[in-house]
């Protein structure tokens, strides 16, 4: 899960739109991680959050962005994490 959270924080300041909507799918939302959620298990496993990392970017997007979910972002969505998944099968 912390590849995902890695890769929306990279993707926050060129797609935040995106990256708000899986976000969301994730747990992060305007108010901060919503109890329960992948992103209130990430950060409990990290800690205290720093500045700047890849967990601030896309909470940061999440709580400033309006989230857009629609089939087609959905399918967008899949297709990149299935496309970075088998990227990371072959050169691992």
């Known amino acids: 899960m912390g590849c995902i959270i890695g890769c929306l924080g990279w993707l926050a300041p060129c797609c935040p739109t995106f990256v ?3 976000g969301g799918w994730l747990g992060f939302s ?4 919503v109890a329960g959620s992948v992103a209130a298990g990430a950060q409990a496993a990290v ?21 857009v979910s629609t089939p087609w972002l959905a399918a967008i ?11 990371v099968a072959i050169f691992k």
Do not use: D, E
Not at 30 to 33: H, I, N, Q
Not at 77 to 87: C, K, P, R, T, W
């Open 20 to 22: 708000s909507t899986v």
């Open 30 to 33: 305007a108010v901060g991680p």
């Open 47 to 67: 800690g205290s959050v720093a500045a700047g990392s890849a967990f601030a970017a896309v909470q940061s997007v999440a709580m400033t962005t309006a989230a």
């Open 77 to 87: 969505g899949a297709s990149i994490m299935g496309a970075f998944g088998g990227l």
